[in-house]
């Protein structure tokens, strides 16, 4: 089984409406990383989250919010979606003192209509 | 601060030749330096990093890459292109020390291989 999986892969949908995009981890990490990618843009880090009471504004925060709802689960919401939002979305893991390697999931390739 | 600048948004090689892929850096301290690739409708996975031991890394699938302080450079290279190594390549720097939760990515390099 993934060690990060993410739910779900695609998702289509409407301009105003709201999205969640989840994350689990198996691999007992405690930090947890929502980015985006686009194309020709490499991945811009959205939120992170150091533990469950420890949540963070990354660089391109706004539009979004996240929950922390456990160690192993890390929740992107968009409130009130628009077209420029049409990403791939992917959540990351790293383990405190490991040089911040990160470990990536899947990937949510999400369109805005 | 850091930044990373990877040196072309597309690399097309033959099989069997030399793969290389440039990325240069800018840290305000010491960095940690990472190239993760991204195969079709795939999440990130990690080539290889250097974390301040050996200058010269090894990583899978035959990868290896040189941190040169006085270049700032962490290019990436393959001896001999296959054609499995089509993918993107991301390159990435984060600061060591207390404050090195963020990993920042160049753009990315396609890497096309040619039959």
């Known amino acids: 089984d993934a060690d990060v999986t993410q739910t779900p892969r695609n998702r289509i949908t409407k301009t105003g409406k709201r999205i969640m995009l989840e994350c689990s981890q198996t691999?007992?990490?405690?930090?947890m990383y929502w980015y985006r990618q686009d194309p020709g843009l490499g991945l811009r880090l959205i939120y992170y989250s150091f533990d469950v009471k420890d949540i963070n504004k990354g660089e391109i925060s706004d539009g979004y919010s996240v929950s922390r709802q456990a160690q192993a689960k890390f929740s992107l919401s968009l409130e009130s979606a628009i077209p420029n939002q049409t990403a791939l979305y992917f959540c990351?893991?790293?383990?405190?003192?490991?040089?911040?390697?990160?470990?990536f999931g899947p990937g949510t390739r999400l369109t805005v209509l | 601060a850091q930044s990373v600048t990877q040196l072309g948004s597309h690399v097309s090689v033959s099989e069997g030749a030399l793969v290389l892929l440039r990325c240069n850096y800018s840290s305000s301290v010491p960095p940690y330096l990472f190239w993760y690739v991204q195969y079709p409708n795939q999440g990130l996975q990690l080539l290889l990093k250097y974390t301040s031991a050996a200058t010269l890394v090894k990583g899978i699938n035959g990868f290896e890459a040189e941190f040169k302080k006085s270049e700032t450079s962490f290019h990436l290279t393959k001896p001999s292109a296959h054609m499995s190594d089509a993918a993107e390549y991301f390159c990435a720097v984060s600061l060591s020390g207390g404050s090195n939760y963020k990993l920042t990515f160049g753009k990315g390099t396609l890497l096309t291989v040619n039959p």
């Open positions: 990351a893991t790293s383990d405190f003192g490991s040089n911040n390697e990160q470990f």
């Open positions: 691999k007992g990490h405690d930090r």
